[in-house]
T-cell receptor, first 113, second 112 residues
């Protein structure tokens, strides 16, 4: 069966520090991968999605970036965190090339101080 | 731009009460519709989905949703809620590409 992992689960970082959040999927190949930010009362905001290694589409311009160095690995990064980057970050995957049910990871809660 | 509206941000019900959560979307073409649920401390997971066919779809734990194309709606229903249904519920719409639009979510609290 497929599983999705995210780490760390919780992160507290100072403003201006770098960020690296990792997501890995097991038990499938060539998944579509997604990064979302979940804010209370605002639902899920799609940040990035990827249909293959090295292929990244950005939905929201901001100081975050994403990379997909391996088929089942998706990384969310920042060179300098802002206070507004605080939130709950979710990774998700879908099989195949068509949009289907999304399978979500446990999330990372990021607090920028 | 495509959007999804969930009418209630917070709902409080007593056990055995009936539930209906509203969801409307703005898109005139073919859509795939989803309801996701996030129970306290758990991953966001699929509750039910509609792609085509019977507009009344049934999901896990006794939930169902009805797609009414003329009203651009996909409301979630359950005849009798339980304390364990306490969760946050998200309506989502996909218009055929890689992007799914999520509503703001509805937090349901069921009093025992």
């Amino acid at each position: 069966s497929q599983t999705i992992h995210q780490w760390p689960a919780t992160l507290v970082q100072p403003v201006g520090s770098p960020l690296s959040l990792e997501c890995t999927v097991e038990g499938t190949s060539n998944p579509n991968l997604y990064w979302y930010r979940q804010a209370a009362g605002r639902g899920l905001q799609l940040l990035f999605y990827s249909v293959g290694i090295g292929q990244i589409s950005s939905e929201v311009p901001q100081n975050l970036s994403a990379s997909r160095p391996q088929d089942r690995q998706f990384i969310l990064s920042s060179k300098k965190l802002l206070l507004s980057d605080s939130g709950f970050y979710l990774c998700a995957w879908t099989p195949g090339r068509l949009q289907e049910t999304q399978y979500f990871g446990p999330g990372t809660r990021l607090l920028v101080l | 731009a495509q959007s999804v509206s969930q009418h209630n941000h917070h709902v409080i019900l007593s056990e055995a009460a009936s539930l209906e959560l509203g969801c409307n979307y703005s898109y005139g073409g073919t859509v795939n519709l989803f309801w996701y649920v996030q129970y306290p401390g758990q991953h966001l997971q699929l509750l039910l989905k509609y792609f085509s066919g019977d507009p009344l779809v049934k999901g896990i734990k006794g939930f169902e949703a009805e797609f009414i194309k003329s009203k651009f709606s996909f409301n979630l229903r359950k005849p009798s809620v339980q304390w364990s249904d306490t969760a946050e519920y998200f309506c989502a719409v996909n218009t055929g590409g890689f992007k799914t639009i999520f509503g703001a979510g509805t937090r349901l609290f069921v009093k025992a």
